[in-house]
């Protein structure tokens, strides 16, 4: 199904994640040698939106977004862009202001990536924020061999895989191979946090 641009809304004033996710999503795209037509195709996003996602104009849905990596054989962390991480030599540090953030401007949901060092080892830790009463809806299958494992900071969250749902209170961690649809959903009044590290075996 082809999304609407009705599912995308301007960026928040002064937040330039728009203009870096496009500038991203246009060079994979070239890299590719896709045209926008056959990236339309391959991620069910409109031409329309596309174009208006590559030129900065419009801030993607996380579920747009998630199509669009995944059209591109990408990951979201790819696509949103790094961090200012700074190495001594011996680590490597983010700090908590210069970390990329992803914002679903329609739900309020929030994507902050915190690897100082995204994909060493072949992962990457995020930390999520789900806003009460909001969802993700379903995000698209990644690649075969690929695992998520979180844990509930605050709040309640429902998990959703490949038609189980499971529920998980503050202490609660789940692990699941990432390999089917699989969405996450704030059911409650209150906000939920979640920590979560993406695992990539090649």
Do not use: W
């Amino acid at each position: 199904m082809v999304e609407q641009d009705g599912d995308v809304a301007e960026p928040p004033h002064g937040d330039d994640l728009a203009g870096a996710f496009g500038a991203n999503v246009r060079r994979r795209r070239e890299d590719a040698g896709l045209t926008l037509e056959q990236l339309s195709t391959q991620s069910s996003v409109s031409r329309a939106m596309l174009s208006k996602v590559e030129r900065g104009e419009k801030s993607p849905t996380i579920g747009v977004a998630s199509r669009i990596a995944h059209a591109l054989d990408a990951s979201l962390s790819d696509l949103i862009g790094g961090g200012a991480a700074t190495t001594s030599g011996v680590a490597v540090v983010l700090r908590k202001r210069d970390r990329p953030v992803f914002r679903d401007p329609d739900t309020g949901f929030e994507r902050h990536m915190v690897s100082a060092a995204p994909g060493v080892g072949g992962g990457e830790m995020v930390a999520h924020y789900l806003p009460a009463q909001v969802s993700t809806g379903l995000l698209p299958a990644y690649p075969p061999g690929s695992e998520k494992q979180l844990v509930v900071l605050d709040g309640t969250l429902t998990v959703a895989i490949g038609g189980i749902i499971e529920t998980l209170n503050a202490g609660d961690s789940i692990f699941f191979q990432a390999d089917a649809d699989h969405g996450f959903a704030n059911r409650t009044d209150a906000p939920c946090e979640y920590l979560m590290v993406i695992s990539r075996r090649t």
